[in-house]
């Protein structure tokens, strides 16, 4: 099984300030066709989680350019360029290319 | 408006069955694939299964293999997960998700909740 390890486990940010986020996975994720099936997720609180980023570095529909992920094979990172207070919340990467699908553990943010 | 909404979530004695379902509005259900994620109590999260377009292709966690069966109408827009032999580690918050591409689930419902407890 792909194991996924995020980094850190939470983060507290000013608002303005940068946050990055690390995702290691335990294999490779690029798939037959080149493609690397690394998403991103935010959950806010209380709420359902939110796709915000998919196959590395496509932003999802209506995600603000503030967020970008990059990477390649096993190790890959999330960045937001300046945090803002309706980002706070656990972020989840996952993979999708190998069976069975997987998730990391999370990384809390906070606005300080 | 896309909305997934999940139903069927209740208190269950260990050893039971329930059956969540999911009803799609707002897109095409029979054009995506689709997927159950499900969270413990202040937990992560954890795929649970998910299946194909017009459910020919059907995959599970090994932890729900063999007791979770996914299906799909695609004439009423709804996706269900029967459970059987439930556990009590199976309690968690039950998600459907919509798969965007290549299981990025980009419209995810509610939640239901599953408390599996004597």
């Known amino acids: 099984d792909t194991v996924m390890t995020q980094s850190p486990l939470s983060l507290s940010v000013t608002p303005g300030q940068p946050a990055s986020i690390s995702c290691k996975s335990s294999?490779?994720?690029?798939?037959?066709?080149?493609?690397?099936?690394l998403h991103w997720y935010l959950q806010k609180p209380g709420q359902s989680p939110q796709l915000l980023i998919y196959d590395v570095s496509s932003r999802s529909s209506g995600v603000p350019d503030r967020f970008s992920g990059s990477g390649s094979g096993t190790d890959f990172t999330l960045k937001i360029s300046r945090v803002e207070a309706e980002d706070v919340g656990i972020y989840y990467c996952m993979q999708g290319t190998h069976l069975p699908l997987s998730f990391g553990g999370g990384t809390k943010v906070e606005i300080k | 408006e896309m909305q997934l909404v999940e139903s069927g979530g209740a208190l269950v004695q260990p050893g039971g069955s329930l059956r969540l379902s999911c009803a799609a509005s707002?897109?095409?259900?029979?054009?995506?694939?689709m997927s159950w994620v499900r969270q413990a109590p202040g937990k992560g999260l954890e795929w649970v299964s998910h299946m194909d377009l017009d459910g020919s292709v059907t995959r599970y966690a090994d932890s729900v293999k063999g007791r979770f069966t996914i299906s799909r109408d695609n004439a009423k827009n709804t996706l269900d997960l029967q459970m059987s032999s439930l556990r009590v580690e199976d309690t968690a918050v039950y998600y459907c998700g919509k798969d965007l591409t290549w299981n990025a689930l980009n419209l995810w419902g509610q939640g239901t909740m599953v408390t599996v407890s004597s």
């Open positions: 294999q490779s994720l690029q798939d037959s066709d080149g493609k690397t099936h």
């Open positions: 707002g897109f095409t259900f029979s054009n995506y694939w």
